[in-house]
Every structure is written in structure tokens, then in C-alpha cells.
């Protein structure tokens, strides 16, 4: 989304940031560059003469990457998209800093990504205010709809096979792919938020997510984590 406005929304700044300023080579080294390097027809004919590890031009837009911690790297900048990454290990005083950037822009466009830590504080307060979209998976069997995060641990069903993603009604195998996001609070039409969990992931084995649950001495990162909340 990012290189995408920064080559065809006619934006002249893009802030990018990072809790730290190592967080900040990290993510320019090891996932803008491969992006520029992988695509030398489309993303690499876009990029221009600057082309730092926290700076880059691409197209007639200068994209900035920063860490949260010093409040000089977030003055003088004009931008028109700002992107907060791990939004709840950031000094708040410094989020609104970085918003204000954006006082003389027509788009003022904001992306605030992060684990939730602490109710009413950081992303949750963020999430709050939004639709509040969540990911319902469809079931084959009935045409019942779960909400996974709302309905764990019993989303999860025990069999002779393993674990599996069970319909909440009928306790059908749910595929984690068939579904839709549906707001909670469809009336807010001016911020839109996604819950994201492992739950629905195809990459972690439902099974270790209950094994986890069960066994951790630490219930608090687990939600954060895996759960997402």
C-alpha cells in the first residue's frame, strides 16, 4: 500500500515508523529492498536519485522511515500518509507529533498496525473507534458464521484426527478461507479495523494454539499474540 500511494495517489510524503531506529534498517534492508531488487520493471524504475536506507524516493514522493523514540526525526517533514507500526510501544506524545505532519494535506490518510497490550490503551482504544471488522468464517455444513476470537476456546474441537476449526452451531471443520469480514459497528463509516488473530491462519496448527493455552504460564502474551487481543 505504501509504495503503491507513493507511485499513483500523487502524495508528496509518506512516514513510515518504527518503535526504534534499528527497527528501521531492519525493515528497509530486509523488506523494501528485496521489493525494489525484485522488481526492477515496475517498483525499480519508480525509485529516483534518493535512495537511503531511511529515505527513499520513489516516483515524486519521498518516503520516510523513523523511529518513534526521538521527536527530532518527526518534525519537518510534509506528509500525507503516516503508518505506525507497533503502535503500542510508541510514546503516545510522539503519535500525536507525528499526526501533525499532516495539518496541510488534503488526504491525511493514517495506518496504525500493532499486538494489543492493555484494554482501552494503544491499538484497542484505536480499534474501538472503528467498524470494527472481523474475520467470520462460513460454515459448509449449516451456513452459520463463527467469529473465531469471540468464540475461543470452544471454536476448537478436539478429534480422533487432530484439532480442528469447528462450527460454533453444528461443529462442522471449518476451512479458514472461506469467510467474510463483517463490522461489528457497520454504522462508522470514517475509520475502518481489522482484527487479525492466528486463529485463522494457515500456517499455525489450531492444535498447538489450544496446547498453548493450556499449558502457558503466561496467559497475557498469549492473547496479545496469538489471539489478538
Given at each position: 500500500?505504501?509504495?503503491?500511494?507513493?507511485?499513483?495517489?500523487?502524495?508528496?510524503?509518506?512516514?513510515?515508523?518504527?518503535?526504534?531506529?534499528?527497527?528501521?534498517?531492519?525493515?528497509?534492508?530486509?523488506?523494501?529492498?528485496?521489493?525494489?531488487?525484485?522488481?526492477?520493471?515496475?517498483?525499480?524504475?519508480?525509485?529516483?536519485?534518493?535512495?537511503?536506507?531511511n529515505?527513499?524516493?520513489?516516483?515524486?514522493?519521498?518516503?520516510?522511515?523513523?523511529?518513534?523514540?526521538?521527536?527530532?526525526?518527526?518534525?519537518?517533514?510534509?506528509?500525507?500518509?503516516?503508518?505506525?507500526?507497533?503502535?503500542?510501544?510508541?510514546?503516545?506524545e510522539?503519535?500525536?507529533?507525528?499526526?501533525?505532519?499532516?495539518?496541510?494535506?488534503?488526504?491525511?490518510?493514517?495506518?496504525?498496525?500493532?499486538?494489543?497490550?492493555l484494554?482501552?490503551?494503544?491499538?484497542?482504544?484505536?480499534?474501538?473507534?472503528t467498524?470494527q471488522?472481523?474475520?467470520?468464517?462460513?460454515?459448509?455444513?449449516?451456513?452459520?458464521?463463527?467469529?473465531?476470537?469471540?468464540?475461543?476456546?470452544?471454536?476448537?474441537?478436539?478429534?480422533?484426527?487432530?484439532v480442528?476449526?469447528?462450527?460454533?452451531?453444528?461443529?462442522?471443520?471449518?476451512?479458514?478461507?472461506?469467510?467474510?469480514?463483517?463490522?461489528?459497528?457497520?454504522?462508522?463509516?470514517?475509520?475502518?479495523?481489522?482484527?487479525?488473530?492466528?486463529?485463522?491462519?494457515?500456517?499455525?496448527?489450531?492444535?498447538?494454539?489450544?496446547?498453548?493455552?493450556?499449558?502457558?504460564?503466561?496467559?497475557?502474551?498469549?492473547?496479545?499474540?496469538?489471539?489478538?487481543?
Amino acid at each position: 500500500r505504501m509504495i503503491y500511494k507513493a507511485r499513483f495517489a500523487e502524495y508528496r510524503g509518506i512516514l513510515y515508523l518504527f518503535p526504534s531506529r534499528s527497527d528501521v534498517t531492519d525493515f528497509s534492508k530486509g523488506r523494501i529492498d528485496p521489493l525494489i531488487n525484485d522488481n526492477p520493471e515496475s517498483i525499480g524504475k519508480w525509485i529516483r536519485d534518493t535512495d537511503a536506507a531511511n529515505i527513499k524516493r520513489i516516483w515524486n514522493c519521498f518516503l520516510y522511515l523513523r523511529g518513534m523514540r526521538a521527536r527530532a526525526g518527526l518534525k519537518s517533514v510534509p506528509i500525507d500518509f503516516v503508518i505506525f507500526d507497533e503502535l503500542d510501544e510508541s510514546p503516545a506524545e510522539n503519535v500525536q507529533m507525528a499526526l501533525e505532519r499532516m495539518s496541510h494535506s488534503e488526504h491525511r490518510q493514517s495506518l496504525k498496525l500493532s499486538n494489543p497490550t492493555l484494554p482501552d490503551f494503544g491499538i484497542d482504544k484505536e480499534f474501538q473507534q472503528t467498524d470494527q471488522r472481523f474475520w467470520l468464517l462460513k460454515c459448509p455444513a449449516c451456513g452459520e458464521y463463527t467469529c473465531m476470537e469471540e468464540t475461543f476456546p470452544d471454536c476448537l474441537l478436539e478429534t480422533s484426527s487432530g484439532v480442528i476449526r469447528a462450527c460454533i452451531k453444528c461443529r462442522h471443520e471449518l476451512n479458514p478461507s472461506i469467510g467474510e469480514w463483517v463490522a461489528k459497528y457497520p454504522g462508522v463509516t470514517d475509520r475502518r479495523g481489522y482484527s487479525y488473530s492466528q486463529l485463522f491462519s494457515h500456517y499455525v496448527d489450531p492444535g498447538e494454539i489450544l496446547h498453548q493455552y493450556r499449558t502457558t504460564n503466561n496467559l497475557t502474551d498469549f492473547f496479545n499474540l496469538k489471539i489478538g487481543k
